[in-house]
């Protein structure tokens, strides 16, 4: 997944990353970075927050980079101050952000275009960009190198994809909408926010359609990804590694933090938000204006700020409503 | 209003809709798609929520797909298994979606520029698209097909005009602003949100003023209209058929969804949302942050999530801050 | 800060604002507009609210605009009749608006271009504009007149910068955010929303970082202005005026209203609404989708609508989750 095609020694890393190794041979050789759970033999790993312990002791990860407080028993570590700034900076090694490709050319030699697509004026593609057969680009669309577009998409101006953007069959993306922006990475070193690398990127599945000024995160390592028939509103934010699944409604304004997981024929109506790191089964429907503060389970229906079962709410809504009428009346006699 | 100029025999929609004709002759023309209360002798309109069923036994349309537990005596009536689902179709029908005209060249040879209009490099401009005089159009604006642009209009870099937007006089358009995407309209048929096609357009009236990253949707049938005087600040979402009064007020990052109706010089404060289908009378004002739930009457002054009189908000605020405390001695006093 | 120019003789302001003028010799020389607080002895303020006479009786400046209703004194003033209206238009005739410089070439002739500076297809760049050294302007970024851009900046595709805006070293900025487009600044008169002229610019320190879809209003007078380190998510709004300081974190869909402060180190979590002319004190932490509806002292830690601090906040949750129980129990006891 998060794979490159670099490759350091155990004892590079320690150099480039300042610290030290411990039960790891110094001439192994790390390929990429991984989280604890999907880590490979050649993957560098982190853990950065001690309630993760348990998953760093069960990793298979090559290399684990943790504070010196940690006590990881066997497993290989590089021990550092900060493991999520080490974290950040592996990223970086491991995935140097290319040079745009792009020349004179408004359509980079190396594009591939499939039969029937028609760009319209001010359109640029980048480098090695393959694009499907019957796809439109209305005038001004910008679609960055290495891209995926299936058959028939249809962009309208304005929208852009950056690198490694992936659509699939019958995507149409209406005007000024962005995918593949970095994700909101940050990590506060010696009072700056040194910014963590973001090496993923988009994915959507075919027949999804996606409405003006939308803007959907690159993952950090992988994708952020919104399944196939899954329908989004003008103005809605999708954060990075974000995984949306099929056929999803996400009314307009909605905002969706980092690293969230809705299952299919989810509902977020308008102006929804979601913290980190959530979970929200299927079928699930969010009222309006609601904020989604703990996960859901599988056909919740909740509403409020932080959302609860909509009975609960309403129940909570109308008492807040009686609220001052009852408060004059105990006060009356004599109770506050 | 939404008239196309194709027309279909009765029996040709029954064939293709796949339904059934009650009291209606095969042979009737039909010639659009047309709101119950809107619709002519020729109009195709529809009974999906059984609460309009009166409207449908009053209404003029030339044919009314309902479906089969529907009673609409002698109206004709093509019974369909999914009227909603019909009717999208339907529009489908009478409003292909047309091929966007663009060739080579940035400005289509078909569009007429008035006196003294001035076109930034990269600005390109569809077919048959008229601006008058006097305006100036940033680099980077992209106006489509049938567009009608009045006297001294100002688009900023990167504005999108979708095909049959209409400006009046000296309209003024901030950057990355979008009006005539596609509205928000899915029908769910087996398991997938199907399109209800955007038919429609976008109208603003003279001297409206829009901020950056705004997004206005088209109509399905018919326009979005934002009236004379209107001002917009950056960020606002008006979605498919919302009718915004003259002179009116709508701060950043304000909400509204599908056929919202608003009186003349209403005020929506930053971050206001407002459900579909609601009317705002003439002169409110609603204060930063409300969802506005219910229709308002005019003269209104609400607050709140869901809004309500700013009295009332004002007094359950003051109950809500007291109530820890008051719980507090309540306990104390063996009560709870 | 915000000199044009421009000069005028006290008289020619009464003739063509329509006043009269008290203690100001006819022939005195204006050369701008300013705050009470900041005017020079050639300087046009204004007081429109009555609460701010003491800073009008104060001020230094040359002429201060009043309705006739003010004392303000011995203080050089020019008698109006809406003095808010009378000062948006005297910024107008010190900050006429310029015709943009845009011929032909997607670059200015005049536009200085830095070592190793790149432009992608579609780029368009304004007279006298000035880029650092190995900058990247990705396809379709459009930079206006009297721009400056410090070294090493990258602009995605789609940004749009208005002229005179002054970016740091190293600032990136994702793709169609826009930098510069007018703040929401209106006067109503004769039941018509009269623009105030926005004279100012955007200012971004070092190293910032803008997501995607970001929009920030140039100043009414002098800039809006985001302090060095600071890192901005998608779809923020910033108003005209507002001055953010340094490493603050401005997570997706936060809202900041005009004239408002924020110290250093201060993290505004998503969809959070700021309203106008307040301050936040340094190293404040707003929760997500709170309210700030009063300024907030250094170290805050605040969450609700209105935001309040954040023990407070949970308790008045706790408070309300348990109402209706509790309502319920005393309904039972026969209080209610």
């Known amino acids: 997944m998060a794979e490159s095609r670099i490759e350091f020694r155990a004892e590079e890393l320690a150099e480039r990353l300042g610290g030290e190794l411990r039960n790891c041979d110094p001439g192994k050789l790390l390929r990429g970075v991984r989280p604890l759970e999907e880590a490979l033999a050649d993957s560098v790993s982190f853990l950065a927050n001690p309630k993760y312990g348990a998953k760093a002791l069960a990793s298979g990860a090559g290399l684990i980079l943790a504070d010196p407080r940690s006590d990881l028993g066997g497993q290989p570590v590089l021990v550092v101050a900060n493991p999520y700034w080490a974290f950040a900076r592996a990223v970086g090694l491991f995935h140097p952000e290319p040079e745009p490709a792009w020349g004179e050319a408004p359509v980079h030699p190396s594009a591939r275009l499939g039969e029937g697509t028609r760009l319209g004026p001010g359109v640029t593609i980048g480098a090695r960009t393959v694009l499907g057969a019957r796809c439109v680009l209305h005038p001004g669309v910008h679609v960055g190198d290495d891209c995926v577009l299936g058959d028939g998409c249809e962009l309208f101006s304005g929208v852009v994809l950056y690198r490694r953007t992936r659509l699939g069959r019958g995507v149409r993306i209406h005007a000024n909408s962005v995918l593949g922006?970095?994700?909101?990475?940050?990590?506060?070193?010696?009072?700056?926010?040194?910014?963590?690398?973001?090496?993923?990127?988009?994915?959507l599945g075919d027949d999804v359609e996606l409405g003006a000024c939308v803007t959907v995160d690159r993952g950090v390592l992988g994708p952020t990804r919104i399944g196939a028939g899954t329908k989004v509103d003008n103005q809605v934010q999708?954060?990075?590694?974000?995984?949306?699944?099929?056929?999803?409604?996400?009314?307009?304004?909605?905002?969706?933090?980092?690293?969230?997981?809705?299952?299919?024929?989810?509902?977020?109506?308008?102006?929804?938000?979601?913290?980190?790191?959530?979970?929200?089964?299927?079928?699930?429907?969010?009222?309006?204006?609601s904020v989604v503060a703990k996960s859901l389970p599988e056909g919740s229906f909740v509403a409020g700020i932080p959302a609860r079962p909509h009975r609960e709410w309403a129940e909570a809504q109308a008492a807040l409503n009686r609220l001052p009428r009852w408060i004059r009346a105990q006060r009356k006699s004599g109770k506050d």
């Open 181 to 203: 922006s970095d994700g909101y990475g940050y990590v506060l070193v010696d009072g700056r926010h040194e910014k963590v690398p973001q090496a993923g990127w988009v994915e």
């Open 238 to 289: 999708v954060a990075h590694n974000v995984q949306v699944g099929e056929h999803c409604l996400l009314v307009s304004q909605v905002g969706i933090s980092g690293s969230v997981k809705i299952g299919d024929y989810v509902t977020l109506a308008g102006k929804v938000g979601v913290a980190g790191h959530l979970e929200i089964g299927a079928r699930s429907i969010v009222s309006g204006n």
